[in-house]
Each structure stands twice: as structure tokens, then as C-alpha cells.
């Protein structure tokens, strides 16, 4: 069965890095075409799509929020880091991570997400 | 950047309706897209891919279809576990996008 859990913190400044790990089971990184993808939904607002990291290390980010991010592997431990430089108050979201494959390219989230608020 | 419009924003529906909404996309994408259902406070659920495709699980009161730019998702015979958000996402071009979501209420 797959599972996944965001963890990190739920408070950040403005002007401060977010970091989230997302730590999975069930799947391997290493297995052609699977994917950890990374998708927010801020307070009342439709999900954005952020980011993928592939079993080939491959990484896709969404263009507008390029230079600001970065999603990482540790394949030893079953997890995958995300990110995020420069945090805004428009920021704030609840952070998913989730499971990817290549093909249909679908992101199935199976944990519940975690709150980030950016504020002073 | 592909563009997913999902109509109708919002719909007030009864247990035992059937409904059906629609996601339009800004160009052709075979069919690359993926529906999700998600209720308040919860992460989304994946309901469908490839357009059509139910995930393990879904009942068969779900039923997707279309190809191209356009794509309805259907619901027959509605259960209070229905209600809630509907977004469709394509898998088509990177960046992968989402719709706005359909919000469908109790009547």
C-alpha cells in the first residue's frame, strides 16, 4: 500500500526558506517512471501543481516559481525534500506531496497535506 | 501553459441526482486528463485517469469520457460522500495544470 507524509514546519517568515520532507513507503524512487510530486492549495483556492522530482533524478518545476525551489531524493531513507526560497505571505497553503507516475502523469496525494503560513 | 476551464463552477444536486460537469482545455490533449474529488478539510482523491480510467476502489457511479479539448465527468445515483469539490488535471504538457473545480452541493 502506498503512503506518504509531508512533515516541516507550519510557521515561516516572509523572506525565510521552507523546507518539507515528504517520507514514503510502498513504492521506490528508483523504479522507471515513478515520480514524488509536489502540489499546494491555498486557503479556499484550486490546487497548483509545483513540482516533480523522477526515478532518473529528473526534476520539473513550475516555470513561474522557478529559482525558488528545489526538490531532492534520498533514496536510502524513502524520502524526498522540498524546497522553497524567499517565502511570501501568498505562500501560504496546505503542501502535498504525492504519488507520480510517468503516462497518465497524475498526482495521487495519500496523506493529508501539511498547513504552511507564512507570517511575521 | 495549458489551461483547464471546468463549468459549471458550482451545482446544488440531491442524493439519487445524476450530474455531469465538464472540463474544457485550452488546446488538445488526447486523453491526458485526470479527475479528483476532494471534501473539506481533506487531501484530494484521485478518481479517474486517462480520462476514463476509475482508480481501484471508485465506485461505478463515476464515469468519465472525452477526448481532445473536451471532457465530462459523470455521477449517477448520488451519495452524501459525493459532495464536495471536483478538479480535473492534465497530464497532457508540463507545467501540469488544474482546474478551478466544480464545487457540488447538497440540495
Known amino acids: 500500500q502506498i503512503t506518504l507524509k509531508e512533515s516541516g514546519p507550519t510557521l515561516v517568515k516572509p523572506t525565510e526558506t521552507l523546507s518539507l520532507t515528504c517520507t514514503f513507503s510502498g513504492f521506490s524512487l528508483t523504479t522507471s517512471g515513478v515520480g514524488v510530486g509536489w502540489i499546494r492549495q491555498p486557503p479556499g483556492k484550486p490546487l497548483e501543481y509545483l513540482g516533480v522530482?523522477?526515478?532518473?533524478?529528473?526534476?520539473q518545476y513550475r516555470p513561474s516559481l522557478r529559482g525558488r525551489l528545489a526538490i531532492t531524493q534520498d533514496v536510502s531513507k524513502n524520502q524526498v525534500v522540498f524546497t522553497m526560497t524567499n517565502m511570501d505571505p501568498v505562500d501560504t497553503a496546505t503542501y502535498f506531496c504525492a504519488y507520480h507516475i510517468t503516462g497518465p502523469y497524475y498526482f495521487d496525494c495519500r496523506g493529508q497535506g501539511t498547513q504552511v503560513t507564512v507570517s511575521s | 501553459e495549458i489551461q483547464l476551464t471546468q463549468s459549471p463552477f458550482s451545482l446544488s444536486a440531491s442524493v439519487g441526482d445524476r450530474v455531469t460537469m465538464t472540463c474544457r482545455a485550452s488546446q488538445a490533449i488526447g486523453t491526458n486528463l485526470n479527475w479528483y474529488h476532494q471534501e473539506p478539510g481533506k487531501p484530494p482523491k484521485l478518481l479517474m485517469t486517462?480520462?476514463?480510467r476509475l482508480q481501484d476502489g471508485v465506485p461505478s457511479r463515476f464515469s468519465g469520457s472525452g477526448s481532445g479539448k473536451d471532457f465530462t465527468l459523470t455521477i449517477n445515483s448520488l451519495q452524501p460522500e459525493d459532495f464536495g469539490i471536483y478538479f480535473c488535471?492534465?497530464?497532457?504538457?508540463?507545467?501540469?495544470?488544474f482546474g478551478q473545480g466544480t464545487k457540488l452541493e447538497i440540495e
Open positions: 486517462a480520462a476514463h
Open positions: 488535471q492534465q497530464g497532457y504538457g508540463v507545467p501540469f495544470t
Open positions: 522530482i523522477y526515478w532518473n533524478y529528473n526534476t
